[in-house]
């Protein structure tokens, strides 16, 4: 079924990047669509961010763009979130996700938490 | 973007009731809807997909209905391992937009 793995959370000051990493393994990552999507405390799940196979088609949520990048690398088995700018609002668990419509493998997910 | 309307936001109920969960689209999303499972601290759970497709491995008692704008999941009998939040969530288009959740508890 595969497993999915993130790391790189943390608390950062508002303005400041963070890169946030999934790890990969059990299935062909290279053959999925992946997904970023979050959960801020006590709230409900928002979807990020999704990028193809080849990385070649990227989709984001508009609270992001132009902030945050989604990038993968298939010879590592391994899906990237770069979140520049970041704000309060972005405090969330952030969780990858296997698929581009129905997300059948997470991870545990990674807490970022933005605050000065 | 497509708004997905899902009530109650909480629901209690007995075990072995029968727990029914709406969610609407702002507009037609034709049969791509997927409902999630979410237990207390731990990743969501595809249980639906196709707004009808019972995901390998999920009991039968969970079930999905509907297409277009509105849709209908359903526990047929209530077991104390369904507490939990439930969300839809569409993807006939980006950005795929998820329900607020319902957070079902038992009685």
């Known amino acids: 079924e595969g497993q999915l793995v993130e790391s790189g959370g943390g608390l950062v000051q508002p303005g400041e990047s963070l890169r946030l990493s999934c790890a990969a393994s059990g299935f062909t990552f290279s053959s999925f669509w992946m997904s970023w999507v979050r959960q801020a405390p006590g709230k409900g799940l928002e979807w990020v961010a999704s990028i193809k196979q080849d990385g070649s088609e990227k989709f984001y949520v508009d609270s992001v763009k132009g902030r945050f990048t989604i990038s993968r690398d298939n010879a590592k088995n391994s899906l990237y979130l770069q979140m520049n700018s970041l704000r309060a609002e972005d405090t969330a668990v952030y969780y990858c996700?296997?698929?581009?419509?129905?997300?059948?493998?997470w991870g545990q997910g990674t807490l970022v938490t933005v605050s000065s | 973007d497509i708004q997905m309307t899902q009530s109650p936001s909480s629901l209690s109920a007995s075990v072995g009731d029968r727990v029914t969960i709406t969610c609407q689209a702002s507009?037609?999303?034709?049969?791509?809807l997927n409902w999630y499972q979410q237990k207390a601290g731990k990743a969501p759970h595809l249980l639906i997909y196709?707004?009808?497709k019972l995901e390998t491995g999920v009991p039968s008692r969970f079930s999905g209905s509907g297409s277009g704008t509105d849709f209908t999941f359903t526990i047929s009998s209530l077991q104390p391992e369904d507490i939990a939040t439930y969300y839809c969530q569409q993807f006939d288009n980006f950005p795929r937009t998820f329900g607020q959740g319902t957070k079902l508890e038992i009685e």
């Open positions: 996700a296997r698929g581009r419509n129905n997300h059948r493998a």
């Open positions: 507009q037609d999303i034709r049969k791509y």
């Open positions: 196709d707004a009808s």
